[in-house]
């Protein structure tokens, strides 16, 4: 099963930049599709962006334009470039394939106002 270690959430102004990384435990060219999400505090996890192995990208509404995924086979990780960061972005970030393998820590993301 193909494990996964989120890093890169820190405490930000509004309107900053974070990248957060997700490092897998096996080779990203064969994973056909990895997604980050996030939880806020007392809400359901919800779906944030997803990188197909094909090249396709997509993005929720809420993050598109501002947010950027990406991924790198050769150190086996995808990142999520987040820019003009708002308060709503707040949570705890995580990333996974589908069908759902083991949750990792994930990483937290606080946007101060």
């Known amino acids: 099963q193909v494990q996964f270690v989120e890093s890169g959430g820190g405490l930000v102004q509004a309107g900053g930049s974070l990248r957060l990384s997700c490092a897998a435990s096996?080779?990203?060219?064969?994973?056909?599709?990895i997604n980050w999400y996030r939880q806020a505090p007392g809400k359901q996890r919800e779906w944030v962006a997803a990188i197909y192995r094909g090249g396709t990208n997509v993005y929720a509404e809420s993050v598109k334009g501002r947010f950027t995924i990406s991924r790198d086979n050769t150190r086996n990780t995808v990142y999520l470039q987040m820019n003009s960061l708002k308060p709503e972005d707040t949570g705890a970030y995580y990333c996974n394939t589908l069908p759902w393998s083991a949750w990792g820590q994930g990483t937290q993301v606080t946007v101060s106002s």
């Open positions: 096996v080779s990203t060219l064969s994973i056909n599709v």
